[in-house]
């Protein structure tokens, strides 16, 4: 029995990329007597939005919470409480009982001070939703600092030995740092997994001047421009590749049966309803203009709101990314005739009761909107992936507005073509069941893309719950599968019982989709698999390797990493990755697996890869000022996310720099290009640079 679903893929995404605006929290501070301050975070929501308090059992919802980043002389007193009005009802996603807030929300935390001097950072988590769709959870930062706490000498002397500790422990620090840099990195690189979560982060605000660890973190932008790199362009992927994954994914949804139908009764209107066959092509071609004015609006939108950093900051969000791989198995399965995914047929009614009521360019422009609308369940699966894949690795906050671009000249390029030549819809091929098995091949390929979104998630939080070897089997089954029912062995429910030929065009694609299986079966033992590296999780994730050689970072830790390098005599390596980077992954196998590139790197350089999305904790969270703001660095990502801004004027990845022993780049900087020729020469040029050559 069909279900029809009134979730769209279109008002998640809108929910994934701009929710952030629809809730809005301010702090205020209140001192209730010498000892005890009141944090007042007050909360304003746009209608329809509801934000959850914290009065209900866990298992549901993101509860409202407090937490302490950082705190001296004072510690929260109880749990955050939250204000009056909150609504209890029960949630029919998670079959429980919820209370939340609609409106206005308040919560309130006591802090209880214990010394005069006090300090204290922390930050409310909260959870929102409306009736489509939730923000993942977001946090509110808060801080209180002063000296006219309580009189303690209790409180004093346990300052003085907390010092005392501290000091202890750099000195510890400053001890192990130098043994470890002599005992070799193969005991350093199993160590660094661990210490790096709790490295103290050198920052402009935490270092003596003119210490070693502060001239490795000095700022070198200018002098990788006179090399002749820069640290911007490098990063940046180029607009026209990014228009054509739009393009591509345009011509896919062209093929579709929401949209493939409509395309010969849109033209035979506008030709007929106009006794003028110029005035009909006029407005067929301002149709197609319109469909583009559409799309490309949904584009501005993500552009306006995001840059390119809160983009790539989204792309390994674990939340973000879990939502979206339940999104992609839901339209597949709705692609493979589990069910039917729909808009409300009001909303549709709606707009083309308007249409037919006015006259004009406003009329065509409503009519574009209603194919909009209608073809939604066939392109709302292509458009947000195709909003993700270039938000998040385009490397620019343009990337959604030229990728829509791309996606909607091929959406209205039939349009115009066939108001042009009217004739050539005669031609043009009638739908049939060929229209469905494009929407269960569609399928198929949702569900391979939801393992990929999963897989980034899994890398970023460490779950190893989607290792290379489970991706690449599913990725078999699901291709192999694939073969099989374009060669008519499987049917799904949407599919012609009597149609049991196999067609020409779907034979060689069963033929490709069935190779593509066995290309990837060596993969489980070990082997490169170049194709499918963009997508499928790094070899280091395989547990069985037959493949003895193999290019691994020698730290992922930067300071330890450059104390090694001083002490053996060898240039560094700096790798900037990403657990989610896609041309991270296709450098490492289709240039650092190169023999040469790799013999260079294990004999002549020490590689240091800092993953900038690791969500491993610092030992403390700390400021640090930027582009005339306060940042709060929390995890070791953010960390060395904040040493590419820093040191190199730089922010997405791969982003690759060769250094000497002072931190000074050796070579231009050098980003995402499968030239291994160039990226020998790029070595050795660093070499020869080092080496005084």
């Not at 779950?463 to 990725?475: C, G, I």
């Not at 069985?544 to 930067?558: G, M, Q, S, T």
Request: charged share 20%.
């Amino acid at each position: 029995m069909k279900q029809k679903l009134t979730a769209t893929l279109l008002l998640l995404m809108a929910g994934l990329l701009t929710l952030s605006a629809q809730i809005n929290f301010s702090v205020s501070y209140k001192r209730v007597d010498a000892k005890t301050i009141d944090i007042i975070f007050s909360g304003t929501a746009a209608p329809g939005w509801h934000i959850y308090s914290n009065d209900f059992a866990a298992g549901g919802p993101t509860r409202a919470s407090f937490g302490v980043d950082e705190a001296k002389g004072a510690k929260p007193l109880g749990a955050l409480k939250p204000g009056p009005g909150a609504v209890h009802a029960n949630d029919p996603i998670f079959d429980m009982p919820v209370s939340f807030f609609v409106g206005k929300a308040t919560f309130t935390q006591r802090i209880e001070l214990t010394e005069k001097n006090y300090e204290l950072k922390g930050y409310m988590k909260y959870g929102a939703c409306n009736d489509q769709n939730c923000l993942p959870p977001t946090s509110v930062n808060a801080s209180i600092k002063g000296t006219d706490g309580p009189e303690a000498a209790v409180a004093a002397k346990a300052t003085d030995k907390t010092e005392e500790l501290k000091k202890n422990a750099v000195k510890e620090e400053e001890s192990t740092l130098a043994a470890d840099a002599l005992e070799g990195k193969d005991d350093q690189a199993e160590a660094v997994a661990t210490d790096s979560a709790a490295t103290a982060l050198p920052s402009p605000n935490l270092l003596a001047e003119g210490t070693e660890i502060d001239t490795w973190w000095a700022p070198v932008i200018d002098e990788l421009k006179s090399l002749g790199g820069d640290a911007e362009d490098v990063t940046s992927k180029p607009f026209h590749l990014i228009f054509l994954l739009g393009f591509l994914g345009g011509l896919l949804a062209l093929f579709t049966p929401c949209v493939w139908p409509i395309i010969p009764m849109t033209v035979s209107f506008f030709l007929k309803r106009s006794g003028n066959r110029r005035k009909g092509i006029r407005d067929a071609i301002t149709y197609g203009i319109s469909i583009i004015v559409i799309y490309v609006g949904l584009g501005l939108i993500i552009t306006s709101i995001f840059g390119a950093s809160a983009l790539n900051d989204l792309s390994t969000n674990a939340v973000f990314n879990m939502l979206f791989c339940l999104m992609l198995l839901v339209f597949a399965a709705s692609f493979l005739g589990g069910f039917e995914i729909t808009l409300p047929s009001g909303w549709g009614n709606a707009v083309d009761r308007k249409a037919e009521a006015t006259t004009g360019l406003l009329s065509i422009f409503l009519m574009a909107f209603t194919l909009s609308l209608v073809s939604f369940s066939c392109t709302g699966p292509i458009i947000g992936f195709l909003l993700v894949e270039v938000s998040t690795n385009g490397g620019s906050a343009l990337a959604p507005t030229i990728g829509m671009f791309g996606f909607a000249v091929a959406l209205a390029l039939p349009f115009t073509l066939f108001a042009l030549f009217p004739t050539w819809l005669k031609s043009a091929p009638k739908s049939g069941g060929w229209l469905n098995k494009v929407k269960v091949v569609l399928g198929f390929l949702e569900l391979a893309f939801a393992l990929k979104f999963f897989s980034v998630a899994d890398l970023a939080y460490g779950w190893h719950l989607l290792d290379r070897e489970t991706f690449l089997a599913l990725w078999i089954v699901l291709f192999g599968l694939l073969g099989l029912y374009l060669l008519g062995l499987i049917k799904f429910p949407h599919d012609d019982e009597e149609d049991r030929k196999t067609s020409i065009p779907a034979f060689f694609v069963a033929l490709c989709s069935l190779a593509f299986a066995i290309y990837m079966i060596p993969g489980l033992w070990g082997a490169p698999l170049k194709a499918v590296s963009a997508f499928a999780p790094p070899l280091s994730t395989q547990d069985f390797n037959l493949d003895p050689v193999k290019v691994e970072p020698d730290f992922k830790d930067y300071e330890k990493g450059m104390a090694y390098a001083k002490q053996t005599g060898k240039p560094v390596l700096l790798d900037f990755t990403g657990h989610g980077c896609v041309n991270c992954r296709k450098m490492e196998l289709a240039v650092w697996h190169d023999v040469r590139v790799r013999d260079i790197i294990r004999k002549d350089y020490v590689l240091i890869s800092l993953y900038v999305d690791e969500k491993t904790p610092l030992s403390s969270p700390t400021d640090v000022e930027e582009n005339g703001a306060t940042t709060t660095l929390r995890t070791v990502g953010d960390k060395w996310s904040y040493l590419q801004r820093r040191k190199f004027g730089a922010n997405a990845q791969p982003f690759y720099v060769l250094l000497d022993h002072e931190g000074k780049p050796l070579a231009p900087a050098r980003s995402y290009d499968e030239d291994v020729d160039a990226y020998v020469n790029w070595l050795n040029e660093g070499l020869a640079r080092f080496r005084g050559v």
